[in-house]
């Protein structure tokens, strides 16, 4: 891990349901992207702390309470439908042929020999052109009702991934497959219609058990009695915890997979529903949930001071935030320059000082976070400056002046006014528009600010029924742009269009290797920037807070679930229980 | 008696019928999307079109109207579009959770409120009668989810970080572990967690009935009857508490028909603040993702609950009024 | 002072315009010229010179509050005038001091010339009359109604009253966070906006939300009720099912479903408030026109030929004015707090316009660090609704003979 240890500073700020959408971009990518940074945190000393020994060696044993917006939907990952349904489904219920991890700025996969969520030993390009991939499993896994993991599940699950009944949402990792074919119980192969860069992520779905779900109709899986009813271990899994008991709309109580190696150290882990967000900062304060996601950074304040025995963590540069222009809307947004000068009328440094947010947050510049060390180009993808002067100075030789000195400007009679709306019930972003409206305000832009309800907005961007709007996009680990800035597809909100990127994505797309593909990419991402569709505002981490309790936690880039086999509980009970998960006996219900 | 009730029922079909229709095509002619929950941009839009398919809704709305009657006509519900299983099987736990809440509010409500209102009511502009009329109204004006925060920050927050002896849970039903509890565990547990969403819920409630049960003591006891039984030289307190109580609880009973929607209401706020998995919750929740057969399933229970209450107040004044027993 | 504090009960009904008898009557001091010029000079202070203190208090006090108003605000009332185009809610504020000022002065003249001409009665007082001693005997709905007035005098003279703009950041690292000083007497909040100010502006908002729906609610409802219980038959039958359906759903759920549906602007909460607000003024108002439609003078007027439109409007409505007034009230006090809840989902008020609710729900997150945020606008909306009840229930105890003692 390329990162050491980090301390997160004071900061404050906010980040609420919106980050909604963004979470479910990441769900849906997920299965291609594991792994991430390490940032070890440390946080307080404890006041009125229980004595903890948080470097004692990891015992066995214990209970860890984690606080989650909304319910699981479904325990499966090729139909993850909520955010809880991506993450228990990707990171802690079922393993896959690879597991992925980021690694000094790129995406990479390892094998059974680094992470025991990795179904293969070994993997090998072949045949003409090298579009084929052999991958030798380990033979002594098995699933969580006792019958072995084989190729044959692998082959089960692409069989069933691209069924219309499914309506799986990671079928385009089938896009280019074009059969994958059974060498023997653990060996398999894929076969691809091309070389590609993304081949190998594409076979790092999770698969399902086929023995379980083999006679069940695609379209029936969802009703099938182990999904429907998957307590007591009656969902048959992979990874090293299974679901001990689900009560909807409460809470998901994960027990351990008696099959998987090495056992989980925690008896139990359980999933808490609390919707509100000072509800949930209350239950962690008091000690009753141990890790909590998403803390806004307003709470942050309270939990340095009132809360010792909390430590901060955070997912790295997970989200951005952005303003969109959309010509359609509002004609004047048609003219590249005058984008540039709605962006150079911005103080976003200003703006994370006075949202005291500069501590998880940088200012943005392009679609590549700078985590991307193939992809982000300091120089072309650089965040604008504040130059107001200069902003004036293009809108002015639009001819955008104020004739009628009433402070905003006007161009035949047309004030330069519009609406910028965003999505409700997310504060960071409710705040950041009031901030922006006054800076444009100081360069004779009058905007409107409207928040419109999730749903209605998404509505509203696919309708391109909106004029600018501030949302955010999680940024998935693989470089593509295509799904964003490729000419009329669903989500360029912007309708942007260029002849040059539409051929820069084409190229790189066409690459036979991410190193080949890169260079494309990153003018791609130069070119897009240059013709600022949106204005990039920053760079977002996730602030997690866990209680120090609970020990063992690995959050960081790729999610706050990863390698629940560690996780342990200081207070965990001594060494009998301890006796009884070595002989592989269940945990208790 | 009984046929008078029965076409209650049969008159608020009708009713009921109305309402579903108007959400129906509210809901669905709105803008957004059940689908919107997988806004993700690595998913085609031929994907989502399939869901559209799958779930429906690639049919003109008239269609869907009518399939969804002749399902509902049947019972059948439907299913959640967000849980991925029959409404049928969402409803009776949720609604259990919600009717919980709001027996002990209510029960809390009228015992509070009557309590209140019978003493302003026997010291009327006395200074008792002022400072109580004061501090129920203030109660009463409160906006419910800001005594909810309060109460959390109270007695849950700050009784952990002071040390106090009895600290609330702010969320949930029950604690973790609740399975290996015993019974009298369990009872204390969710008593525990009862009580601070059943106050947010019930104190403005209970101000409320203070103040019908005030107006309605008064009008009593200004009647020539109490009078006569003043007169007769029977204890303030048998007049009081067996002439005047007696005839002043019937218009308050009709008030538990109207709690019965305001209590509802009350509970959508209160619910998610508590994260108190009912109705209230699950009605916003599936506004908010589209479930277009969860909305329409929670409105009609919704709706029925307030006939249902309705109907309650209509016997329970026939109980407590024996001049409307005869008609 | 024998009959100074007559029981009405008991008080036999005569017609206004009989001569007054003498005895009983309890007359005054006529009022010295030297009075009149005190009571020019500072009004009240003739009052307090002849004994009556509390009236004099109250009208010197008030007559004090609003000259040094006038004194503070000196500089932005000549602002008013001078700027380029006249800001319309500065000239509102402006004509409002002017008014209170005068109606203060002319009170404390016109209260000195006639309790001094004119003694007291006892006799010949018509519903009103009654209701309103009835009215001043219940202390705190006068309460209620010296803050419902104060209140709405302060959102006419926000513009003049408020120490900062609403919605002015500053330099935000410097100004936000602030605790409640004398600089900020609420302290500020994130953006470093003054809180006094925000709850002053807010007070407009919210206020106006409430009235406007209420209103509309009101009128919505007087309509449908008269119009179903005075044509009874299919008429009212129609009319009354519509209102129980729409009375037998949870109100906030409606609201959130259309609210959520739409852009939610100020007009479109208020309107769908007062359309969701309307059911039990119809029903209150159909069971009086229930009653009055049988009573003699509606058949008289009937009789004589009048207009259906004519009959409700000058006979029926009028008489069924009580009950509304009193659901009024209290309904300003209850759409205030939707509207809040409202705010709280993110379905209110858009900001940067303060509304009490948006306010509460911007603080909650720094709660735990920065109180002020939020404690203020809630207490503001506790204050306010308070006053709405107090005088709500003052009306009813007023207005409902029943309930007389």
């Known amino acids: 891990m390329a990162h050491a240890a980090r301390v997160v500073r004071v900061s404050n700020g906010r980040m609420k349901a919106g980050c909604f959408a963004d979470r479910r971009f990441l769900s849906g990518t997920r299965g291609a992207l594991a792994g991430g940074l390490l940032f070890l945190t440390a946080c307080g000393g404890g006041r009125a702390a229980p004595p903890v020994d948080p470097t004692g060696p990891p015992r066995p044993g214990g209970t860890a309470v984690v606080a989650v917006l909304a319910d699981m939907s479904i325990p499966l990952a090729i139909v993850a439908q909520s955010v809880l349904d991506g993450n228990l489904g990707g990171d802690v219920m079922y393993m896959a042929l690879v597991a992925g991890a980021w690694e000094e700025g790129r995406l990479v996969f390892h094998t059974a020999e680094d992470n025991p969520l990795a179904m293969a030993r070994s993997y090998e390009y072949f045949g003409p052109d090298s579009t084929s991939l052999r991958f030798r499993m380990r033979s002594d896994l098995l699933w969580s009702d006792g019958a072995p993991i084989t190729a044959g599940d692998i082959a089960y699950t692409y069989g069933i991934l691209d069924a219309p009944a499914l309506a799986s949402p990671v079928q385009h990792y089938k896009e280019f497959i074009d059969s994958v074919t059974v060498v023997n119980d653990s060996t398999v192969d894929f076969h691809f219609s091309r070389r590609y860069p993304e081949m190998l992520s594409h076979t790092a779905l999770q698969p399902l058990p086929a023995h379980i779900f083999q006679g069940t109709a695609p379209g029936e899986l969802r009703n099938h009695p182990t999904i429907r009813n998957p307590e007591d271990g009656q969902l048959v899994v992979s990874g090293p915890y299974m679901i001990g008991s689900w009560q909807r709309g409460q809470s998901v109580t994960l027990v351990r997979n008696p099959n998987f190696r090495p056992a989980g150290l925690l008896d139990q882990v359980v999933f808490r529903v609390i919707p509100d967000p000072t509800t949930r900062l209350v239950e962690l304060q008091t000690g009753r949930i141990d890790l909590l996601t998403g803390i806004t950074h307003d709470q942050v304040p309270a939990l340095r001071t009132g809360a010792p025995n909390v430590r901060l963590e955070r997912e790295e540069k997970r989200f951005y935030d952005y303003i969109g222009y959309n010509p359609r809307g509002f004609e004047p947004f048609a003219d590249r320059e005058v984008r540039r000068a709605l962006g150079l009328a911005i103080d976003v440094p200003g703006l994370l000082a006075a949202l005291q947010m500069e501590e998880f947050a940088v200012p943005a510049g392009g679609p590549y976070a700078p985590i991307f060390r193939d992809l982000f180009d300091p120089v072309g993808q650089a965040p604008l400056p504040w130059d107001p002067a200069e902003a004036r100075r293009i809108l002015e030789s639009k001819g955008w002046g104020d004739s009628n000195s009433d402070g905003i400007l006007d161009r035949n009679g047309e004030p330069f006014a519009f609406t910028l709306v965003t999505n409700a019930g997310n504060q960071r972003r409710a705040d950041v528009s009031q901030i922006i409206q006054r800076q444009w305000r100081e360069v004779g832009i009058d905007v409107r600010l409207q928040q419109l309800e999730t749903n209605t907005l998404s509505d509203n961007l696919n309708r391109r029924d909106f004029q600018s709007a501030l949302f955010g996009w999680s940024v998935g680990l693989t470089p593509d742009l295509y799904p964003l800035w490729g000419a009329g597809t669903p989500f360029n909100f912007t309708s942007y269009e260029n002849p040059e990127v539409t051929a820069l994505i084409e190229m790189a797309r066409t690459q036979r290797t991410e190193e080949a593909a890169a260079d494309y990419w990153r003018s791609a991402a130069s070119a897009i920037v240059a013709d600022q569709p949106y204005t990039w505002l920053f760079y977002l981490d996730q602030i997690d807070g866990v209680s120090n309790r609970l020990q063992g936690t690995r959050i960081d880039t790729y999610g706050p679930y990863q390698r629940l086999w560690e996780w342990w509980v200081t207070d965990a009970p001594a060494a009998e229980q301890g006796a009884e998960v070595a002989s592989g006996a269940g945990a208790a219900q | 008696m009984i046929s008078y009730f029965l076409r209650r029922l049969l008159g608020s079909i009708p009713l009921l019928l109305g309402i579903l229709t108007l959400i129906f095509f509210i809901i669905n002619i709105a803008p957004g999307d059940p689908t919107a929950r997988y806004f993700n941009p690595n998913i085609s839009p031929e994907v989502i079109a399939q869901m559209r398919t799958n779930l429906g809704l690639d049919q003109p709305i008239h269609i869907r109207y009518f399939k969804w009657l002749g399902s509902f006509a049947q019972g059948d519900f439907g299913y959640s579009f967000g849980q991925l299983r029959p409404i049928s099987e969402i409803l009776p736990t949720v609604l259990w959770n919600t009717l919980q809440l709001m027996i002990v509010a209510v029960v809390m409500i009228f015992i509070l409120g009557m309590l209140i209102g019978i003493v302003q009511a026997v010291r009327q502009y006395s200074v008792v009668d002022n400072v109580l009329t004061f501090f129920a109204l203030f109660f009463y004006s409160m906006p419910s989810f800001w005594l909810a925060l309060m109460l959390i920050l109270i007695f849950s927050l700050k009784a952990s970080q002071w040390g106090w002896p009895i600290q609330f849970p702010a969320s949930q039903m029950t604690s973790v572990g609740y399975e290996f509890f015993s019974t009298g565990e369990r009872i204390t547990d969710r008593f525990m967690h009862m009580i601070l969403p059943a106050l947010a819920l019930g104190v403005g409630g209970a101000a409320g009935i203070a103040r019908y049960m005030r107006g309605s003591m008064l009008e009593v006891i200004h009647q020539d009857y109490i009078r006569t039984a003043r007169a007769k030289g029977l204890s303030e307190r048998i007049v009081i508490f067996k002439h005047a109580l007696r005839n002043a609880l019937i218009p308050i009973v009709t008030l538990l028909g109207l709690y019965l929607p305001i209590l509802l209401s009350g509970s959508v706020l209160v619910e998610t603040i508590f994260a108190w998995p009912g109705m209230g919750r699950l009605i916003v929740d599936a506004i908010f993702q589209r479930d277009y057969p969860l909305v329409m399933a929670t409105s009609f229970i919704a709706a029925g609950l307030v006939v249902v209450g309705n109907l309650v107040a209509d016997v329970l004044y026939a109980v407590v009024d024996p001049r409307i027993r005869t008609e | ?405």
């Not at chain 3, 120490?163 to 605790?179: E, F, H």
């Open chain 3, 1 to 405: 002072m024998v009959h100074s504090s007559g029981d009405v009960e008991f008080a036999v009904p005569e017609p206004v315009s009989a001569p007054l008898p003498a005895a009983g009557v309890v007359t005054r001091a006529p009022v010295t010229p030297a009075q009149y010029i005190l009571s020019a000079l500072l009004p009240g202070s003739a009052q307090i010179a002849r004994g009556e203190w509390v009236g004099g208090m109250l009208l010197a006090f008030s007559w004090a509050i609003m000259l040094s108003v006038t004194f503070l605000a000196r500089g932005r009332i000549a602002g008013v005038f001078t700027a380029g185009r006249m800001p319309i809610d500065g000239l509102v504020a402006v004509v409002t001091l002017v008014l209170s000022l005068v109606t203060i002065w002319g009170w404390a003249m016109y209260d000195l010339k006639v309790r001094a001409r004119r003694p007291r009665r006892r006799f010949g007082d018509s519903q009103w009359t009654i209701a309103a001693r009835q009215f001043r005997r219940n202390k705190l709905a006068i309460a209620g109604l010296v803050v419902m007035i104060v209140l709405y005098l302060m959102t006419l003279l926000t513009p003049l009253l408020a120490p900062y703009d609403p919605t002015a950041q500053g330099d935000i690292v410097l100004t936000r966070y602030l605790s409640p000083s004398f600089q900020h007497l609420m302290g500020t909040d994130k953006f470093g906006r003054d809180i006094f100010s925000r709850v002053l502006y807010g007070a407009r908002i919210s206020l106006s939300i409430g009235f406007i729906a209420v209103g509309l609610g009101v009128v919505l409802g007087a309509l449908i009720g008269s119009v179903a219980g005075y044509f009874g038959k299919w008429t009212d039958t129609v009319l009354m099912r519509f209102t129980d359906m729409m009375l037998s759903f949870p109100r906030v759920i409606l609201l959130i479903v259309i609210i959520a549906l739409f852009e939610p602007t100020i007009w479109l909460v208020v309107t769908v408030l007062g359309l969701t607000g309307w059911m039990s003024v119809a029903r209150i108002v159909r069971g009086e026109v229930l009653t009055l439609r049988e009573r003699e003078f509606v058949q008289a007027a009937k009789v004589l030929g009048m207009s259906d439109a004519r009959i409700i409007w000058r006979h029926i409505i009028p008489n069924t004015l009580a009950p509304v007034i009193v659901y009024a009230t209290l309904g300003i006090g209850n759409t205030i707090l939707v509207e809040a809840s409202l705010s709280f989902l993110g379905l209110g008020v858009q900001p940067p316009t303060p509304s009490w609710g948006n306010m509460i729900n911007d603080g909650r997150d720094s709660l735990i660090t920065a109180w002020w945020i939020s404690t203020f606008p809630g207490l503001a909306i506790v204050l306010t609704v308070v006053a709405f009840n107090l005088l709500g229930d003052g009306l009813r105890d007023a207005l409902d003979p029943r309930l007389r003692t």
